[in-house]
Nanobody, 123 residues
Framework: VQLVESGGGLVQPGGSLRLSCSASGNVERIETLGWYRQAPGKQRELVASISRSGSPTGGRTKYADAVKGRFAVSRDNAKNTVDLQMTGLKFEDTAVYFC?????????????WGQGTQVTVSS
């Protein structure tokens, strides 16, 4: 599975950005798509994820407490994409954002990662 992100950039506090991630390869095995971020000097953390479901737009979502009510994750199973709509951005949202795909192989959990896209919130 290969993941390619787009949409990062520089934005003022309170602004909005939309990140997009396109998956290719053996996408049928993907269970969960999501976004993580890593700020300088900090560990990579989950931002939001969305599971596969019977619906074209994915299933259960999960958000970090810090972004609840401000960020929204969405999925298009037909296009193999996952987006992250970010609103009300804060200085502390500055980080490299990574697209993630998760699935379970033969007795092992597997994660695939994109190359990352920089989001900078600055006035």
């Amino acid at each position: 599975v290969q993941l390619v992100e787009s949409g990062g950039g520089l934005v003022q506090p309170g602004g909005s950005l939309r990140l997009s991630c396109s998956a290719s390869g053996n996408v049928e095995r993907i269970e969960t798509l999501g976004w993580y971020r890593q700020a300088p000097g900090k560990q990579r953390e989950l931002v939001a994820s969305i599971s596969r479901s019977g619906s074209p737009t994915g299933g259960r979502t999960k958000y970090a407490d810090a972004v609840k009510g401000r960020f929204a994750v969405s999925r298009d199973n037909a296009k193999n994409t996952v987006d992250l709509q970010m609103t009300g951005l804060k200085f502390e949202d500055t980080a490299v954002y990574f697209c993630n795909a998760f699935w379970i192989g033969v007795g092992v959990e597997i994660n695939a990662w994109g190359q990352g896209t920089q989001v900078t919130v600055s006035s």
